[in-house]
């Protein structure tokens, strides 16, 4: 038996086969550029924020203050959601060509969600999306008293 073809491929179903791909190429874009299908949910109300900075130390550390000081450490090596979440904003704003300086808005929302918004540029990442071990690590920021930096 061998392993060469004795007939081609047949054509039609190469034709067909990439059809389909362009047909779901196209649907994607559309629905993508018409927002068909997308189900977004209202920004509501807060029921509390507070404006907060993040800062990298020398140590690795990463120090979470508001306009009163200091509000939370995060040791080198720990707290990798949070830096996730603040590096992917480090990136948007250097992007943009934005500095460090202004603060980000955490609030929890009036049906509990809680989101981090960067007012310089907009973006807003809804925590809550992440699972609770996740959100209470912002949860404890928006209560989180000063302490030494």
């Known amino acids: 038996m061998s392993l060469k073809a ?3 491929f ?5 034709i067909a086969g990439a059809g389909l791909m362009l047909a779901s190429l196209g649907a994607a874009a559309t629905a993508r550029l ?4 997308v189900t977004r949910l209202p920004p509501l109300p807060a029921v509390e ?18 306009a009163s000081g200091v509000v939370a450490v995060t040791p080198s ?3 990798g959601f949070l830096r ?5 904003f480090a990136r ?3 992007q943009r060509g934005i500095g460090p300086e202004a603060p980000f808005v ?3 929302r009036t049906d509990g969600r809680l989101s981090l918004t960067d007012p310089s540029t907009e973006r807003v990442v809804e925590l809550d999306a992440f699972g609770p071990a996740n959100v209470a690590v912002f949860a404890r920021l928006l209560t989180a008293r000063e302490t030494k930096p």
């Open 6 to 8: 004795d007939r081609p």
């Open 10 to 14: 047949p054509r039609a179903a190469l």
């Open 34 to 37: 018409t927002d068909t299908g």
């Open 49 to 66: 924020s507070r404006s907060i900075s993040f800062a990298d130390r020398n140590d690795g550390a990463v120090v979470v203050s508001d």
């Open 77 to 79: 090596g720990e707290g």
């Open 84 to 88: 996730g979440v603040m590096r992917g």
């Open 92 to 94: 948007d704003r250097k």
């Open 106 to 108: 955490l609030m929890r």
